[in-house]
């Protein structure tokens, strides 16, 4: 059975910069889409980025070129390096990996950027 941890998360002024982690175990890695979502308080889940098995990413606008998501398949791990944070970017933050039907959640990290 596949398992997500993530950590990271934390409160950081705006302007400041955090790196989510997430390590998969369980499950072959490599062969899995990662995406890294977010929901923020009376807020639906939405997807700020992901990165397929060849390594090609795709990033939501409101994020783009402040957030970077990459992986490290050697350590199963997936990363959201996020740069000059807003209070917008607030959240709870979730990996998600998938290889068709089969799909796994990590527990959530708060990301807290107060205004």
């Known amino acids: 059975q596949g398992r997500l941890v993530d950590s990271g998360g934390g409160l950081v002024l705006p302007g400041g910069s955090l790196r989510l982690s997430c390590t998969a175990s369980?499950?072959?890695?490599?062969?899995?889409?990662m995406d890294w979502y977010r929901q923020a308080p009376g807020k639906q889940r939405e997807l700020v980025a992901r990165?397929?098995?060849?390594?090609?990413?795709n990033v939501a606008d409101s994020v783009k070129g402040r957030f970077t998501i990459s992986r490290d398949n050697a350590k199963n791990t997936v990363y959201l390096q996020m740069n000059s944070l807003k209070p917008e970017d607030t959240a709870v933050y979730y990996c998600h990996a998938w290889y068709f039907s089969d799909t796994y959640w990590s527990q959530g990290t708060q990301v807290t950027v107060p205004s």
């Open positions: 990165i397929y098995r060849n390594e090609s990413t």
């Open positions: 369980g499950i072959l890695f490599s062969i899995y889409t």
